[in-house]
């Protein structure tokens, strides 16, 4: 039987890259780490990591071990907390998001955290695909999400509507198929499935984004309505991020009449053990964001 000890040294030195830190990480020596990794492969009779000056790579042998035994460890993690303390206020909650999302509820759930100063948030922006494997991985223990899951561990539930809006520089008013196509297209890694979401049923014109001449391109969420403040053309995002822009007096709003909206669903791993504070944190993320919701 493997020694759950070994395995998590191991795992972790995977995940962390380095034998001085994986040391720290544990509360460990580096030769402590070594030791275990050392009496894992003797174990298994199978070479786990080739050493690399400083760095080290994973043999087949030691790629499977990781894939398998991470979850190993997160379910004997698990476990720990279900029969240890299990505290309401208390720990690490690691979250994961879309942008825009993430611009509203972030600095919503800081403030949570600096009521309850033992309660850690670990926040992470990344897009729905990635967010899934985060879940799935374990790596996160709440995932917000505009898709629906693709992968069988992934358990979501929808909790809002976040509105789709076209977005202008000042002074557009009223806005036209001549105003967009003379502005141009500021675009972001969901601009041309935002803008198909939204402009298709607002104007008969519309085919595709690419109609429209490219004047910009951001993948940082909060600096997209920028080059639209300055008159550099237009844009469509999800109102969370429109809303955290402080610049409102530099850009026109717009709801057309058509609207559209995207469902943001809450997600977890389907079979791993709920602690209290994840959730408190689910609690105070619907409390956030469900004002209009479902």
């Not at 039987?1 to 191991?10: G, Y």
């Not at 998001?97 to 759930?109: A, C, E, R, T």
């Not at 949570?112 to 850690?120: D, F, G, N, T």
């Not at 897009?127 to 494997?133: A, D, M, T, W």
Request: hydrophobic share 40%.
């Amino acid at each position: 039987m493997i020694n759950p000890v070994w395995l998590r040294s191991f795992c972790t030195l995977v995940e962390v890259g380095h034998f001085t830190r994986t040391a720290d990480a544990l509360h460990m020596t580096q030769s402590g780490v070594s030791q275990h990794v050392r009496k894992l492969e003797g174990h298994l009779n199978q070479q786990l990591i080739v050493k690399r000056g400083k760095g080290f790579t994973l043999t087949s042998a030691g790629e499977r071990l990781y894939h398998e035994g991470r979850n190993l460890i997160a379910t004997l993690t698990d476990l720990e907390q279900q029969i240890g303390i299990d505290p309401e206020y208390e720990g690490l909650v690691k979250l994961a998001s879309p942008g825009s999302v993430g611009l509203k509820l972030y600095p919503y759930l800081l403030a949570v955290q600096k009521r309850y100063p033992k309660l850690v948030i670990d926040y992470r922006f990344a897009p729905n695909s990635e967010v899934e494997k985060l879940i799935a991985d374990h790596k996160v223990d709440i995932g917000l999400m505009t898709s629906l899951a693709t992968m069988a561990d992934v358990c979501l539930r929808a909790i809002t509507e976040e509105e789709l809006l076209l977005v202008m520089p000042a002074g557009h008013i009223a806005p036209t198929w001549e105003q967009l196509t003379a502005l141009g297209f500021i675009d972001h890694p969901d601009g041309s499935y935002h803008a198909a979401l939204l402009l298709s049923i607002n104007f008969p014109e519309f085919q595709n984004s690419r109609q429209f001449k490219r004047t910009g391109f951001s993948n940082q969420i909060n600096l997209i309505l920028e080059p639209v403040s300055m008159g550099l053309g237009f844009t469509v995002l999800p109102s969370y991020a429109v809303a955290a822009f402080t610049q409102h007096a530099k850009v026109e709003v717009h709801r057309l009449d058509k609207r559209v909206t995207e469902t943001l669903y809450i997600g977890r791993h389907a079979n791993r053990f709920t602690p209290n504070r994840i959730t408190t944190v689910t609690k105070e993320i619907e409390k956030c964001l469900c004002v209009d919701g479902l």
